[in-house]
């Protein structure tokens, strides 16, 4: 039942890369509309995440934001046909480019592309592997035929693949080899190598291990931001210089730089950030949970 189940996401999938993009995309927002309907887990879970992190908002302007959100959220996966299954030369018809360093450069300083969980992410970290060998750490699914068939698609272009809990010798080896890595750290991935910071004033359970590969590797942290652009357009891809004095040598402070990074960001563009993850699991002692 399940290969049958993960034959029909991947064949949905691609027929959605030989359509137009315009129109996967209005279909992912009205899917998105009617599915925020619904009540559901997952809108529980974006609804918790806004009355948290924007407490100013009335209850009315938190509804419309978690609506064009899920919204995004929605269209994100119907749109994985075209940057799954599209061509090169498709993909990059709809990425355009930003960026505060040389794209050309041949990496001779070890460098961390910093990700966040933003609508349009999954879209622009695939074209930049076609521009530039590279490695991806990535969180295995529970699925194993899923989890194939996702770890085949985001390497087609010759992505490294490196699951997010292997060993970090393996990710310093890519590193110092001149090959870049690219990682998210805006998930709660547990309390092992984490530390609690706020995000939005709320203690989040956040990840050391950017600043320590950074501090073993001597690597730079060049922060980099998705954007879904307005008017069915394509994508944006955001390449903001190195962090400056990153790691610093205290790694509670590096991961609050990098939470002040992302909350900057996220007030640019709230609805296409992932708030339906649950980016507050994990509660510091003492304090209830908040799901």
């Not at 930003?98 to 961390?112: C, E, G, H």
């Amino acid at each position: 039942m399940k290969y049958l189940q993960t034959a029909l996401i991947s064949g949905l999938l691609r027929t959605f890369a030989v359509l137009p993009y315009g129109l996967v995309a209005r279909l992912g927002e009205a899917l998105g509309y009617l599915l925020y309907l619904i009540p559901g887990r997952r809108r529980h879970i974006l609804r918790t995440n806004l009355r948290l992190c924007f407490p100013e908002q009335s209850a009315a302007q938190r509804d419309r934001l978690a609506r064009t959100s899920f919204q995004h959220v929605i269209r994100s996966y119907l749109e994985r046909g075209t940057q799954w299954y599209g061509s090169a030369r498709a993909l990059s018809r709809l990425v355009q480019v930003d960026s505060a360093i040389d794209l050309q450069d041949r990496y001779d300083q070890p460098t961390i592309f910093l990700g966040f969980h933003f609508a349009a992410i999954e879209a622009t970290c695939l074209y930049y592997s076609i521009l530039h060998p590279m490695a991806s750490l990535y969180t295995p699914m529970s699925d194993e035929v899923t989890n194939a068939i996702s770890k085949g698609q985001r390497s087609r272009f010759g992505t490294e693949m490196i699951p997010r809990h292997g060993s970090a010798r393996d990710i310093l080896k890519v590193l110092k080899s001149g090959k870049p890595v690219m990682l998210a750290a805006d998930m709660d991935f547990g309390l092992r190598d984490s530390v609690f910071v706020p995000f939005f004033g709320v203690e989040a359970c956040t990840l050391t291990a950017v600043s320590r590969l950074a501090q073993l590797s001597g690597a730079r942290v060049v922060p980099f931001v998705s954007e879904v652009l307005p008017d069915y357009r394509g994508y944006k891809l955001q390449i903001h210089p190195a962090l400056a004095a990153f790691p610093s040598g205290d790694v509670r402070a590096d991961a609050l730089t990098m939470n002040q990074f992302l909350e900057a960001r996220i007030r640019e563009t709230p609805d296409q950030y992932y708030w339906v993850h649950r980016r507050f699991k994990r509660r510091p002692q003492g304090e209830a949970p908040v799901y």
